[in-house]
């Protein structure tokens, strides 16, 4: 992609913002390298898609959205982690409770742009929609959620006058949004569609099209597009996870995209990403089918209450914090049954109690939560 030209700075007066140029245009990759990342990454993306026919999927989408969740959020400066993620209000600290908020917003807006799917196309309308779940009533939400900014915005610095990267004039944004959506749906285009991902990621993050909440909406779009073309058939690819732990990389290789035109750069990072985290997600369903085996094999040595048992680790493959109260409503059984499973599960290991109180316990499924947090 040697021809490619980024965009240019334009002065605004006391400073330049950057216009990208369209991206829906012809496309010529000739470089052997990413063409070979390319190839490494479909193949392992497909084995990764594999999973969804002979896992029971349903049961792990939300461990895999709250991973995604907690990892694209602390990237933004929360500190939630997994099980935080999957306690009720009540039981999450006070001064925890905004990263909390904001972790929820993220999997409804994961949850609901995937239903969204079904009725629209990837679209500036689905993006706003997205938008507006992720930010309402959290921190972020007096910045106009749902709508493209109305003013100019900047990334780093404490003032536009020394900020790291200024982009596009708020008047610009429609359009610049229309040619992602144009991009994003041209079928006569031939370039690959992991290829069109990366791109539109890139350029979605350079037009930074709303005042807040642009980094978690850029990395949401990426298994959205996935999703909506049919390369997963759900929604279990995330790469918050790799973009944490090569921030600084991440944020560089977008960078020399602009004051370098360098896509290709950009886009053997973005495959580098896709075919490590397609990897470690097939490792994963591994060890959780690994995991049932063995869990099997416990249950079975507690005769009458193993049906009971298998009843309440079948929801905490969903759930994997859980109470005695909930328990309860999914036995059916009566309180001294159900402390005797709780006693069961915790001596089995299964379970382990997380508060240190004497009432109101809660326990965690710690190795299948352990899967998703390594």
Not at 34 to 58: C, F, P, Q, T
């Amino acid at each position: 992609m040697k021809s490619f030209k980024s965009g240019k700075h334009i002065s605004q007066g006391h400073y330049k913002s950057f216009q990208p140029n369209d991206i829906n245009k012809e496309w010529q990759v000739n470089d052997m390298q990413l063409l070979n990342l390319l190839s490494k990454a479909d193949r392992s993306l497909g084995r990764l898609d594999m999973y969804s026919e002979y896992v029971n999927i349903d049961l792990f989408i939300r461990m895999h959205i709250a991973k995604e969740a907690t990892q694209s959020s602390r990237i933004e400066g929360t500190q939630t982690n997994m099980e935080d993620a999957f306690l009720e209000k009540k039981d999450v600290a006070v001064e925890k409770r905004d990263d909390w908020e904001e972790v929820q917003n993220y999997i409804s807006a994961m949850n609901e742009a995937v239903k969204l799917l079904h009725t629209l196309p990837f679209s500036s309308r689905l993006i706003r929609q997205t938008h507006n779940i992720l930010l309402k009533g959290v921190r972020g939400t007096n910045k106009n959620p749902g709508e493209y900014r109305r003013s100019q915005n900047w990334i780093g610095g404490a003032s536009i006058n020394d900020a790291t990267f200024i982009p596009p004039v708020h008047s610009t944004v429609p359009e610049l949004m229309s040619d992602i959506e144009f991009f994003a749906n041209n079928e006569l285009n031939p370039l690959p569609e992991l290829l069109k991902i990366g791109i539109i990621h890139y350029q979605f993050e350079t037009i930074h099209p709303f005042l807040d909440g642009n980094g978690r909406v850029g990395r949401l779009l990426i298994t959205l597009y996935l999703v909506n073309k049919g390369i997963l058939k759900q929604p279990i690819l995330y790469l918050s996870d790799f973009f944490e732990r090569n921030r600084t990389l991440y944020y560089d290789n977008l960078m020399r995209v602009r004051t370098h035109n360098d896509i290709d750069q950009w886009l053997k990072f973005f495959l580098t990403g896709v075919i490590e985290i397609s990897k470690k997600g097939v490792e994963t369903f591994d060890k959780i089918m690994q995991l049932q085996k063995v869990l099997d094999s416990k249950i079975q040595t507690l005769g009458s209450r193993g049906n009971e048992a298998r009843k309440v680790i079948d929801h905490l493959y969903s759930q994997p914090v859980i109470d005695a109260m909930r328990i309860a409503m999914i036995t059916n059984k009566s309180k001294a049954t159900n402390y005797k499973l709780l006693d069961d599960l915790e001596n089995m290991g299964i379970l382990k109690e997380i508060t240190g109180a004497q009432r109101n316990k809660l326990y965690v499924f710690n190795d299948y939560l352990e899967l998703f947090s390594s």
